[in-house]
């Protein structure tokens, strides 16, 4: 979860800025050095900007201009500093860098242009990936787009075209199957024969990454809704993995971008589904608390599903058991997110662990009631 959006995109998860950016004019020095020995000829990097509070990596935005040439907006991604507190375990750029190409070269769906996969850390300290600029807005995180905006100023037939064209993403993504393409860059054997095992023994590997030693009952607790209302596995697809309308850049409504592959895996297409509805529900969730109306009738999980079949032909199964899947994962990153902040002096350790899922009660409220029997 990070930004990398050319219109100052928003970060994920978090709501305070990070502390350990680096100095926007180091990085221009650096990436100036990169390209005049990567690029032949006069090259010149300008208008370097570091916009959002991305967690899990820094986004970079310039400009490159390769002699005469027209400037070229471009965005850089660079990998977590070592010592930078991490959200996840390994940050794998040569993956993310796969899934855009092979999503560019099998669809029309809009991922990023990979210019550079650039692994040598002796220009920024960490290996780099740089791609094309696109020019579009995501609905913001932070604040969140429920609390007012473009999106929430727009009209109802503006939204339903926004909401129908993020479901139309999906809906090609899912075109890419392990039977027409090598995904086996995205399999993870070692957590489970299935791909639905896989993704289950990849959270529970994560968490006890993240957790650091301190239990958090309800994360606990929602592994065992899991395991206990497990529903039928449908086919493989190729899961986006952080499936929501804040990675989609979007003018005139319509999606012109589609960002942020790390989370990327193989798995039933309701993973992806589910987790673009819970992303909304969470954001409207925060507004309910704030007293605030939000956007009660968009992105509703019914409405998405039912575009989705209308799009594809498939019928979405199970999805609140997928919900919860999604709320979990997201979990176990607000869990992490939250313990950087308290190592970076920014908040306080509660004394009840489960006050760092930051939805605690949404999360309570979903398992207090059993998955719909729809497989």
């Known amino acids: 979860m990070s930004d990398e959006t050319t219109a100052g995109g928003a970060s994920g998860i978090d709501d305070f800025t990070t502390p350990w950016r680096r100095d926007v004019g180091e990085l221009a020095s650096a990436l100036a050095k990169w390209a005049a020995q990567t690029m032949?000829?006069?090259?010149?990097?300008?208008?370097?900007?570091?916009?959002?509070?991305?967690?899990?990596?820094?986004?970079v935005l310039f400009t490159l201009r390769e002699g005469d040439g027209p400037p070229q907006p471009c965005v850089a991604r660079l990998a977590p500093l070592p010592e930078v507190y991490p959200v996840f375990q390994t940050y794998d750029l040569d993956l993310q860098a796969r899934c855009m190409r092979l999503v560019r070269e099998r669809t029309d769906v809009?991922?990023?242009?990979?210019?550079?996969?650039?692994?040598?850390?002796?220009?920024?300290?960490?290996?780099?990936?740089?791609?094309?600029?696109i020019d579009g807005e995501a609905p913001p995180d932070v604040p969140p787009y429920v609390f007012g905006g473009w999106l929430a100023d727009a009209t109802p037939e503006q939204r339903e075209c926004l909401q129908r064209d993020a479901v139309s993403v999906l809906a090609r993504v899912h075109t890419i199957t392990p039977r027409n393409a090598d995904l086996s860059f995205l399999a993870h054997p070692e957590h489970g024969a299935s791909p639905l095992d896989q993704q289950l023994g990849h959270e529970r590997a994560y968490y006890e990454w993240a957790r650091e030693g301190i239990r958090y009952p309800l994360i606990e607790r929602t592994f065992g809704w899991l395991d206990e209302h497990r529903p039928v596995e449908g086919d493989a697809v190729l899961d986006w993995g952080d499936a929501r309308i804040g990675n989609i850049l979007f003018r005139d409504f319509r999606a012109v971008g589609v960002l942020d592959w790390e989370m990327a895996t193989v798995g039933p297409r309701e993973v992806d589904l589910a987790w673009m509805a819970f992303l909304h529900r969470f954001f409207q969730d925060i507004a309910a608390r704030y007293g605030l109306p939000g956007m009660p009738d968009f992105m509703r999980r019914d409405d998405l599903a039912s575009t989705y079949e209308s799009l594809t032909g498939h019928t979405p199964r199970s999805l609140d058991w997928y919900e919860v899947f999604a709320a979990l994962r997201f979990a176990i990153v607000s869990v992490r997110t939250s313990t950087r902040?308290?190592?970076?002096?920014?908040?306080?350790?509660?004394?009840?662990?489960?006050?760092?899922?930051?939805?605690?009660?949404?999360?309570e409220e979903m398992l207090a009631r059993p998955p719909s029997t729809d497989s």
Not at 46 to 57: E, I, L, Q
Not at 347 to 360: I, K, T, Y
């Open 341 to 363: 902040g308290i190592a970076y002096g920014l908040a306080e350790q509660p004394d009840d662990p489960d006050d760092l899922v930051m939805f605690r009660p949404l999360l």
């Open 110 to 133: 809009p991922a990023p242009e990979v210019r550079w996969l650039e692994p040598d850390v002796r220009w920024l300290g960490v290996p780099f990936l740089v791609m094309a600029g």
């Open 40 to 59: 032949p000829g006069a090259v010149t990097v300008s208008d370097v900007a570091a916009p959002g509070n991305g967690m899990s990596s820094e986004t």
